[in-house]
């Protein structure tokens, strides 16, 4: 990301901190590489990575649809003026208010399960969710196509639900398939299209091949769009894909204060932001890239804790820092993608502002939260 010091330093006074910073640069970049590596491949944004509207109306401006999986990101879709061929209605447990919204504005289901093809709103347009049972690189909570998970139809099934589909008067589009998330190794995507490919003979051709998203952010997409588009080919399939994490990851960051520092069994830098704003470390350990905006003559091994009464919530571990005075910036990098989408208003906390950095400027597209917008809706 390519946000120098000064205009961090600006963005947090101008709005406070803890606060969710994005490079619009950054997210037209990483379209770009996206665009440069899948071709003509039909793009929907994953928007579970992160819903911002602005970020959404920016995506729809430039030609890319929508995968959602809620009512609510139906919603956020419809807001920003996306329906029809630019919208996918997914999730293994759709409601009825999910099938109606996707129905009204003609968008595509993935059907996750056999019994749907009698749920689905009449002719439908549908894709079929395959697990192609494999175990993939990266962490078990977000693997999405190993034998044990709850997603997708198993490769004995799916072509049986295609037939199914359309003997309902649906209009089976094809396959889809999505192993996991922040995968990191090229050769499993390798292995879950071949997988889909070997059941060429008894789907025959097909008219679009969901790859899905998941791509870490430092996997070969070269690599993996050369097989997309290889597996694509094999069905006569149109190519569509699903990217959320890989657009807007490293467009995002997470600006925090050090409240102070603490010396137990190891050395704690207490910052203002924690799981609350940033759960991936605590629910995946994932880690996330640091940067203190400040120097120092000495500089120590540091463990960044949050504000909230909970153990877990410890943001990074053993990180190399300057020592740390109370009131200086830290930014933890690739947080764009599931870092605002996953706050939460527990313990009563605001969640953060959002800025958006364009042409020199900072832009607020999500003000800070109050408390009075978290316990509105108990005033019934
Ligand atoms: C069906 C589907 N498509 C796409 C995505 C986006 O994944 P990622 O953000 O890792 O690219 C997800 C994420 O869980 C998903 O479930």
Redesign the pocket.
Known sequence: MSLSPESLTDAAREYGTPLYVYDAAELDAALARVRAAFGDARVYY?M??NPNLTLLRRLHAAGVGF?C?SAGEIARAEHVGAAGESLLV?GPAKSGAEYAAGARLGATF?VDRDEEVALLPPASRALV?VNPALAVSTHDH?A?GAAGSK?GVTLEQAPGVLDALRAAGHDALGL?V?I????RDAGDFTAAFGRLTDLRDRTGPLAVLDA????GLDADLHGIAREARAAAEAFGAELWV?????LVARAGQLLTRVVGTKRTGRHFVLVDAGMTELLRPMLYGAVHSVTALWDAPEHGLWDIAGPACESGDVLARGVTLPTPPRGALLAFGEAG??GAAMSSAYLTRSRPAEALYEDGHWTLVRRRETPQDVWVAEEV
């Open positions: 994953a579970k990575a995968e999986v997914n993935i969710r977000l999405t997603f889809h999505h996991g998330s922040a995968i899905g998203g998941g791509w699903e990217p959320g994490r890989y993608a599931y």
